[in-house]
């Protein structure tokens, strides 16, 4: 499976939109890139997902680059309860996932 | 909404003793993983099941890990004898079977060793 880099940490602004960038360069042309959130003491929550164009859910939005090599993860409008890790996690055909460090989302006041 | 239920929420063993975890992953799952989660890092894949079949078991310390979904649909992680490296959260996921499909993960047992 394509690795994945991301910054270990990001603050926002309580209201405004969240915007948590991810670097796949070597992801392959069937592999998915899928977002999770893990919340302090919880286990991981499906986000979103996609393969090659942008999608939209209830959660957020995630925009993939034409070439594929990087996405961003869009919380449009972040609440206090946002604040998590966030992992990007390139999927391939072998069914499972590879989590790295993820992203530390803090969501200030 | 579906969920992946697990149990025991939390779970306190003494070294040498032998703990079990149970998962029951969403109705219709084909597969099930085990990960699991030490404080401060992402989970790391333990177990996956397609069915009743093990399909990946590298990273499973099978000299005191072993795991089992006899009819293919609840499962079992059981250590034994539990060392005080083994304190973790330990996060069972289902998902359908074709690769598209996203996987699910249930709240996580937290184990810690004394």
């Known amino acids: 499976d394509a690795k994945t880099t991301q910054p270990p940490s990001m603050d926002c602004a309580e209201g405004r939109a969240a915007n948590l960038p991810c670097n796949h360069s070597t992801i392959s042309g069937n592999e998915y890139v899928y977002w999770y959130r893990q919340i302090h003491s919880q286990g991981p929550q499906y986000i979103i997902h996609?393969?090659?164009n942008n999608e939209t859910n209830e959660m957020a939005s995630l925009i993939i680059t034409e070439d594929r090599k990087s996405s961003t993860l869009i919380l449009p409008h972040a609440t206090l309860r946002d604040t998590a890790v966030y992992y990007c996690?390139?999927?391939?055909?072998?069914?499972?996932?590879?989590f790295g460090k993820g992203t530390l989302l803090t969501v200030n006041p | 909404e579906a969920e992946v239920a697990q149990s025991p929420r939390y779970k306190i063993t003494e070294k040498s003793q032998a703990v079990a975890f149970w998962c029951d992953p969403i109705?219709?799952?084909?597969?099930l993983y085990w990960y699991r989660q030490i404080l401060g890092q992402g989970p790391e894949l333990l177990v996956q099941?397609?069915?009743?079949?093990?399909?990946?078991d590298s990273q499973l310390p099978k000299d005191r890990f072993s795991a089992e979904r006899l009819k293919g649909v609840d499962s079992t992680l059981k250590i034994q004898p539990a060392e005080l490296g083994d304190s973790a959260m330990y996060l069972c996921?289902?998902?359908?079977?074709?690769?598209?499909?996203?996987?699910?993960f249930g709240e996580g047992s937290w184990l810690t060793v004394v």
């Open positions: 996921a289902s998902s359908l079977q074709d690769s598209g499909n996203t996987i699910y």
């Open positions: 099941f397609q069915d009743e079949s093990v399909v990946d």
């Open positions: 996690i390139v999927k391939g055909s072998n069914y499972k996932l590879t």
């Open positions: 996609g393969l090659k």
């Open positions: 109705s219709g799952h084909a597969t």
